[in-house]
């Protein structure tokens, strides 16, 4: 389905938001840029794919910098704590170094962070584009999805700095935008009708493959999708599904393997994805030790505050009432969910077997997401919110059929079109209020 005029006004406002952040951001103002900045450099210089060191994380020497908010005359060179990470962004990236190697050091980093922007519009494109091919009957429900990823204050400053979170949320994106088609065909599954999505689905996972950890979610994705998929159609139809998932690990492994091969011959047979060097250089950061009830409630709400809003590295929270509103709607969208579900599962007719299935995606991708930012925070305690992210689509599509729920039909677009104006005010408050605060 072609996109209507609609979603070109919501791409060009969050691209608006993404350059405004990335140009009015201080260097080094968003968590972890100077080191995937050092990373992409390290390429642009010739110098090859980095190799993580010890000494390449120094918790005190961050911490001087963070509290002097990164003044010129302290180097981030030493910042290389990134450098075990996947390549596939640093490479992309590295070209718009080289060409820009005649600027200041600050402008170099923002042609960085415009090429993430960038990587956010198309993220956009492709989550309005998945949401379509499952709810066709329902513009409204795809643009609400879309401004949700496009506003979020804190995903948009994210996405407006260097590192490859936006790369690994479009891959994944696309692997969904494919599962969609799949889940909403009726085709036989046979591999001479399907060799087109099933090769675009093993490249699709080489590259995540290729670009970070978090974007592993497709791993289990893509298997799930396909035989959901294959549960839905007729039993003479549903072969083939095997092979299909054969013939995507080979491609997948043909794009990607290079990179599991050449780290297990710099960091060892059981380090694959040099997690355990991280682990060693970044012994440094803060552990997760024993924490009660008290505790785990304050950790909630720094992630909730963090997924709205929280700038720089985490040192600059917005101002109390805004995360009351965004609590109350939060709130009101949790409670629609739950009914939408109840819904679900006592009316056969309120979703299609489709609508069901990708659902059952969806659910999966943030499950998936959830348990591994759990995961990290029991080694070292990042209560950050920008680690849900990666589960973007799933929230938003959730918040929205949350909020759908309990909105009256009549009203509903008047109310997500006030909801969504309101989010933009927010951001344009946090842009000339909160962020300059920064420097």
Not at 116 to 125: I, N
């Amino acid at each position: 389905m072609k996109p209507n005029g609609l979603i070109w006004l919501i791409v060009a406002v969050y691209a608006s938001l993404g350059v405004a952040y990335a140009v009015n951001t201080p260097t080094w103002q968003a968590p972890d840029e100077p080191a995937h900045f050092n990373y992409v450099r390290t390429i642009a210089e010739g110098r090859g794919l980095p190799v993580l060191q010890v000494g390449d994380y120094d918790q005190a020497y961050l911490e001087e910098l963070k509290a002097a908010k990164f003044p010129k005359d302290m180097s981030v060179d030493g910042l290389r704590y990134e450098s075990h990470q996947p390549p596939l962004y640093y490479i992309l990236a590295s070209p718009l170094l080289i060409a820009g190697g005649g600027l200041p050091l600050e402008g170099q980093v923002v042609i960085l962070r415009i090429f993430s922007v960038l990587l956010g519009c198309l993220l956009l494109m492709l989550a309005y584009l998945a949401a379509r091919r499952i709810f066709p009957e329902s513009r409204l429900i795809a643009l609400s999805v879309t401004a949700f990823i496009a506003l979020v204050p804190q995903h948009v400053a994210m996405s407006a700095s260097a590192n490859n979170d936006t790369l690994a949320g479009l891959l994944v994106v696309a692997i969904l935008l494919v599962l969609a088609g799949e889940i909403r065909s009726t085709e036989a599954p046979r591999l001479s009708r399907s060799m087109r999505p099933t090769l675009a689905l093993g490249l699709l996972l080489g590259l995540a493959l290729l670009t970070k950890t978090t974007a592993y979610v497709a791993l289990v994705l893509i298997p799930l999708g396909l035989v959901l998929a294959r549960s839905l159609r007729p039993k003479k139809r549903r072969g083939g599904t095997g092979k299909r998932l054969l013939v995507i690990g080979v491609v997948a492994t043909l794009v990607a393997g290079w990179w599991f091969v050449r780290n297990v011959t710099v960091y060892g047979l059981a380090d694959p994805l040099g997690l355990m060097r991280h682990d060693i250089v970044a012994a440094g950061q803060p552990l997760f030790g024993e924490i009660g009830a008290a505790e785990l409630k304050t950790l909630a709400a720094v992630t909730f505050k963090s997924f709205w809003g929280q700038f720089g590295w985490m040192a600059l929270p917005a101002d109390d009432r805004a995360y009351i509103l965004l609590a109350a709607l939060s709130g009101l969208a949790g409670l629609g969910l739950i009914l939408f579900v109840m819904r679900a599962f006592k009316e056969k007719a309120a979703l299609t077997g489709q609508q069901r299935a990708w659902l059952w995606v969806l659910a999966a991708a943030f499950v998936l997401v959830a348990a591994a930012m759990i995961g990290y925070n029991l080694r070292f305690l990042q209560p950050q919110g920008r680690y849900l992210f990666p589960a973007i689509v799933p929230i938003a599509f959730f918040f929205t059929l949350g909020l759908r729920e309990v909105i009256s039909p009549r009203y509903a677009t008047l109310v997500f079109t006030l909801i969504y104006a309101g989010m933009l005010l927010l951001n344009v408050i946090f842009l000339y209020r909160l962020i300059p605060q920064l420097a």
